[in-house]
T-cell receptor, first 114, second 114 residues
């Protein structure tokens, strides 16, 4: 019944070693989002896709990239993880492109960087 | 400028007490939406409510109720007869029709003690 699925739930990587986090959805929503949430902080939007259109937030580091090969899947690539990239990464979806649509979140992937 | 303020960082109550979580927002848009999400220890953000700027009617859903007052730019959330399972971090979020998409407040950590 899970609607927004994130794998893995826990990911450990080494400093500088590329890592990919995945998200899939069964809602057939047009929009998929990636958020970074550090400990005791609010989620921070990194970027989102409306269909295949990619929208990057102005302050998202170049180290973070994303791919959306089809409606159901979206990936977050961290090219050279630093210690400061250790965080919970949340994927969300919404039906439309409007800012006002409700976003539905997955359970998150907790990334540890050694 | 911070757009969503949740002044209460942490609240502790004893089970069966009522508790109100405050949310104050700031926007120049006339059309905007406000949201509340619950984040239990498992990490997933659970959608609770979405309210548009033209609907100031208060809402009740079981033990949850929301008080939206445009005059004070507040959208407060009350849990009646709190339960241990209500323990979580609660985020208020603002989404502007023509402005920023989904800005979260800093969150309020609620602990309900048995």
């Amino acid at each position: 019944d899970a609607m927004v699925i994130q794998n893995p739930r826990y990911q450990v990587t080494q400093f500088g070693k590329p890592v990919t986090l995945s998200c899939s959805q069964t809602l057939n929503h047009n929009v998929m989002y990636w958020y970074q949430q550090k400990s005791s902080q609010a989620p921070k939007l990194l970027f989102h896709y409306y269909d295949k259109d990619f929208n990057n937030e102005a302050d998202t580091p170049d180290n973070f990239q994303s791919r959306r090969p089809n409606t159901s899947f979206c990936f977050l690539d961290i090219r050279s993880p630093g210690l400061g990239d250790a965080a919970m990464y949340l994927c969300a979806t919404s039906r439309g492109a409007g800012n006002t649509d409700t976003q539905y979140f997955g359970p998150g992937t907790r990334l540890t960087v050694l | 400028a911070q757009k969503v303020t949740q002044a209460q960082t942490e609240i502790s109550v004893v089970e069966k007490e009522d508790v109100t979580l405050d949310c104050v927002y700031e926007t120049r848009d006339t059309t905007y939406y406000l949201f509340w999400y619950k984040q239990p220890p498992s990490g997933e953000l659970v959608f609770l409510i979405r309210r548009n700027s033209f609907d100031e009617q208060n809402e009740i859903s079981g033990r949850y109720s929301w008080n939206f007052q445009k005059s004070t730019s507040s959208f407060n959330f009350t849990i009646t007869a709190s339960q241990v399972v209500d323990s979580a971090v609660y985020f208020c979020a603002l989404s502007e029709d023509y402005g920023q998409n989904f800005v979260f407040g800093p969150g309020t950590r609620l602990s309900v003690l048995p």
